[in-house]
């Protein structure tokens, strides 16, 4: 197996049709069937189901596809970082993983700033929950992680993002909290609750809150927040959540009461300790540790 047959197995997967596949890449047909061929007799797996007009991925075709997106996509990436070693102009691609936090504010402001003299790097940004974020670093597929430190994370590099979080619960403006100006953990214990399905996070909750989780009125689990809000919004419950996950101004139908006693966290750029940064990667971080400084002058 090469990166030029997982090139022509993702065409022919994108296609569904090998001779649109084969025009597509400018080989003949005949040529591109025996390429999937030997990749299957390679793996001595069935990658297609083969139709009159038509191919579709079997189960064993959709595992290859997510792998080989990820094998094509850092083969592309090493072209551009061994061109630009040594070079005063760097091309390459940034992957982040990302929670959705406010200090991502942050990340965009380096990355624009980075953009104005270093036009050829681009940035890759996945949004995921921080389990998946992590998981992409720890792989190797992403180059930075944006997670909060309470997940542990000593054997990682990290950067602490100012000013930091602050947990707390966001009710709809008629949700009968939605006057005070924080909660207790005798207030929450009452409410209808949409939270993280992340254990440990739910565990520090519980902690807060004195009782165990299984005893909170827990109606909804989630990993993003924009459905949360949504549900929120439809009046389902209030979410655990930190400052800045969503709009709470004069306009928006949302209030956040932060916790009493204040409940803090903080959100860290993080990287592997274990791999050598490319040169994107490297400018990235460099933009980044300027943003924070003068950040914190000005705070």
Not at 237 to 257: H, R
């Amino acid at each position: 197996m090469d990166i030029r047959q997982l090139r022509y197995f993702l065409k022919v997967a994108e296609e569904r049709n090998i001779t649109v596949a084969a025009r597509a890449l400018h080989v003949s047909q005949p040529t591109l069937s025996r390429e999937i061929q030997n990749l299957e007799k390679e793996y001595g797996r069935q990658l297609f189901i083969r139709r009159s007009r038509s191919v579709e991925l079997t189960d064993y075709g959709i595992l290859l596809r997510r792998r080989a997106k990820e094998l094509v996509n850092m083969a592309d990436q090493l072209d551009k970082e061994m061109l630009s070693v040594g070079r005063d102009v760097v091309q390459g691609q940034v992957v982040l993983s990302c929670g959705e936090f406010e200090s991502f504010s942050l990340l965009a402001r380096a990355a624009q700033r980075l953009q104005q003299v270093q036009p050829g790097i681009s940035f890759d940004i996945h949004s995921s929950d921080g389990d998946v974020a992590e998981e992409r670093l720890e792989k190797g597929s992403s180059d930075f992680a944006l997670l909060l430190q309470s997940r542990g994370l000593n054997h990682m590099n990290t950067l602490a993002l100012p000013p930091g979080e602050i947990w707390g619960i966001y009710a709809r403006k008629d949700f009968p909290i939605a006057s005070l100006e924080s909660v207790t953990p005798e207030i929450v214990r009452e409410l209808p609750l949409i939270i993280t399905h992340r254990p440990g996070l739910v565990s520090l909750f519980g902690q807060w809150v004195g009782v165990d989780p299984d005893r909170l009125n827990v109606v909804a689990t989630f990993n993003l927040i924009y459905n949360a809000r949504l549900m929120m919004e439809a009046g389902m419950g209030c979410i655990f959540g930190v400052n800045g996950l969503m709009p709470v101004g004069p306009e928006d139908n949302a209030v956040f009461l932060p916790l009493d006693p204040v409940m803090r966290d903080q959100t860290c750029l993080v990287w592997r300790k274990d791999r050598t940064m490319s040169p994107a990667a490297a400018l990235f971080l460099e933009e980044v540790e300027k943003v924070v400084r003068e950040t914190a002058e000005i705070g």
